[in-house]
């Protein structure tokens, strides 16, 4: 158990939907990241925040969008879902960022139909 | 940009057999490199890490050699075992003035270990 939480642990939705992937990081983690993981594009990096501010951003689609709330935890939003959104989504926290150590949690499977 | 190149899988072996699979990467900044390793349903879990040139990493037997002149950072273990079955992925954050990068992660070699 890495200690990262994510919510829901599998989503089946339509295509059109918007959905919400919630993150807790570590406790004492200040850095939350978000991965996508599919079969053709492999783990893809999304989106970093740190302590509540956006600090990178990868290859994620203007229909994505992310947050860090006051008590650290993320939530990533997904609006008018594609058949090829359909993909594990990973969150990973970290302590402070950089080159620490990011631990990941079990993922959120996402699927569209 | 960077990138990680990572031998295709499936690899499969035997029980005790030696492992060696191949990253290499390519980095303008100062890279760290790590190893994470996914077993079935799971998340990843970080394996081991090297920060600098010559460190050498290791948990649960294995181990990489953080290689700068040969940009690689090939992951070994001695003997493996059927519970060593999973989904193996080299990555590497590389330092820039600007800080870190996110971690880029190669494709992913699944290993299967028959008994």
């Known amino acids: 158990d890495s200690g990262v939480t994510q919510t829901p642990k599998h989503l089946i939705t339509a295509t059109g939907q918007r959905v919400t992937l919630r993150c807790s990081p570590r406790?004492?983690?200040?850095?939350v990241y978000w991965y996508q993981q599919s079969l053709d594009q492999g783990l893809q990096f999304l989106i970093h925040?740190?302590?509540?501010?956006?600090?990178a951003k990868g290859n994620i689609l203007e229909r994505f969008s992310a947050q860090q709330f006051p008590d650290l935890h993320s939530e990533l939003n997904l609006s008018s879902l594609e058949l090829g959104d359909s993909a594990l989504y990973f969150c990973?926290?970290?302590?402070?960022?950089?080159?620490?150590?990011?631990?990941f949690g079990p993922g959120t499977r996402l699927t569209v139909l | 940009g960077d990138s990680v190149t990572q031998m295709e899988g499936p690899v499969t072996l035997s029980e005790e057999a030696f492992l060696t699979i191949n990253c290499t990467y390519t980095a303008t900044g100062y890279p760290s490199l790590f190893w994470y390793v996914q077993y079935p349903g799971e998340g990843l879990q970080l394996l081991l890490k090297a920060t600098k040139a010559d460190d050498k990493g290791s948990n649960k037997g294995f181990e990489a050699t953080y290689r700068k002149e040969t940009t690689s950072f090939h992951l070994e273990k001695g003997s493996v075992q059927v519970s060593d079955s999973a989904v193996y992925f080299c990555a590497l954050s590389a330092y820039y003035n600007s800080g870190n990068t996110p971690l880029v992660f190669g494709k992913g070699t699944r290993l299967s270990v028959i008994a």
């Open positions: 990973a926290s970290s302590r402070t960022g950089g080159a620490d150590t990011q631990y």
């Open positions: 406790s004492g983690d200040l850095s």
């Open positions: 925040y740190y302590n509540g501010e956006e600090r």
